[in-house]
Structures are given as structure tokens and as C-alpha cells.
């Protein structure tokens, strides 16, 4: 009988032994688990506001119509990879090397340069719109500076993608007969008329005018203007000087109602993966 007590004496003394040493390991586990917490919350960096994400996740898309012919589905996208490039100096060799002939060789640099300058504002700046200028039943795709032609695409299956463009120093119209006018700033300003021809398959300069004078601040007004016509000189300028007269009816063989178009936004700032 004394030996089944001191059995059974032992066997509590165990089982306490044991919840004791269950309850430290427990309290043990607990600390170890605060500790990483608190560690964890030390090294974790603060939000970021939206305003402030890593360049990387600041990405622009490209609007692609329905409609949208491949070839300048394909114009667009060399944009879009263009402005979230990790390096997008455009004066960089690198990008140079993909403008002139290389991936990007579809892509006017000037827009490029444009597109970034802007880019904060690039939605509500650039645009695009389709419409057959050549009567082949293909559009061509017209890229403008808010509601002003910059660049025009063309494609047909001879000769692939070609690009019509003005530089910033000229003002591009399209008027309703497809011929293309640019238009030069400066105090001798010049005028270049273009209508498309098949043989070429792009736009060929059937006129050139030009007028030059001085500027009167006080009435705000040219004086002393001189108009000329011709062929471009050695200097820069037309070769003959002709009347007003001839100068405005050589624009009357040109100029009607300047083209409409159903503008699209080139391009949009895509949400953040947070947003």
C-alpha cells in the first residue's frame, strides 16, 4: 500500500514538472515572437505616398482605338516603350542609336522630346486622329500638339511606314483639299505647299512663298514687307521678289477650310499597382 502512495506521490510530482517546464518554454516562444515583431517594425520603411512612387512604377500607356490599323499600333507602342524607358535622355547615344534606324526609327525625335518636357501635363497636350489623306481607302494617322498637326503616318505594303512631319520652328496645317502647308516663324517667314503623290508614296512641295519686313511696334503692324517666290538660294531666302498680288493668289491655289479631326489622347498616365 506505501509502495502504490510513494508511485503515485512520483507520478504527480512529474506531471508537474512537466506543466511546468511546458508553461516556461510557452512564456519563452512569446518573447521571441515579440522581439521580431518589434524588430520587424523598426526596419519596415514608411508609406510611400502615391506622389512619390519609384520612377519604375510610374508607367504610361499608349491609347489604342479599336480601329487602330497594326502598323501604327505598332508606331504607338515604340512610344510608349520610348517614355517609360529606363534612360530616356534623348541626346543619349543609346537612344539615338534606336531613333536613327534602329527599333525606334518610326519615332520623331522632336515629339519624343516634346512628350517628356510635357510629360506632366501629356495628356491633355497630345493626340492623335485617322483619316485617309491619300484616297487609298488606308488612314493615315495625324499626331498633333493640342489641336495642331505635328507629325502624319502613312503606310502602304511597298514601302512600309512613312512620316511627314514639322519641326517646332514650323506650324503644320491640313486643309480640307489634303495639301499640307508649313508655315516658318521669324521676321522672314517663309510658306511650303505639299500634296501627296502616288509615284512617291509621300508628300512632294509643289509651292514655296515668302515675305519679309520690318516690325512696327507702335502700330503693331509689318512694314516695308517684301514678298518673294521662286527657288531657295544659297542664303536661305527665295530667289525672286514678287508683288502681294502674285504672292496671295499662289495661297488661293491652296488654302481652303483647314481639316477637322476627331482627336484622341496619345497617351495616359496608368495607375499605380497601389492604386
Sequence with gaps: ??????????????????????????????????SEQIASEDTEPENTEPDTLPQEQTRWRVNKCPDLPKPYIEVLEHYEEFMNADNRNINDESVQTKLWGGEWKDLYDELCASLLSWESETEDFFFYA??????????????????IPYIIYTYNEDGGIGMEHASSYFKMTIYDNKVIEYVSGGMYSSTTYL?????????????????SGTW?????SMTDTEFYGGEWDGSGRLDTQ????????????Y?????????????????????
Design 242 to 253: 514678287i508683288s502681294e498680288e502674285e504672292y496671295q493668289q499662289i495661297r488661293q491655289k
Design 130 to 147: 485617322l483619316k485617309d489623306l491619300t484616297d487609298d481607302g488606308f488612314p493615315e494617322m495625324v499626331i498633333a500638339y493640342k489641336d
Design 216 to 220: 512696327d511696334s507702335a502700330t503693331q
Design 1 to 34: 500500500m506505501k509502495k502504490i502512495q510513494k508511485r503515485n506521490i512520483f507520478l504527480i510530482m512529474v506531471l508537474i514538472s512537466i506543466a511546468l517546464l511546458s508553461a516556461c518554454a510557452k512564456v519563452e516562444q512569446d518573447k521571441n515572437i515579440m
Design 195 to 211: 500634296q501627296f503623290q502616288e509615284d512617291t508614296c509621300g508628300w512632294v512641295v509643289v509651292d514655296t512663298i515668302a515675305y
Design 255 to 275: 488654302v481652303t477650310k483647314p481639316m477637322t479631326f476627331e482627336w484622341i489622347p496619345l497617351v495616359y498616365h496608368a495607375p499605380s499597382a497601389d492604386s
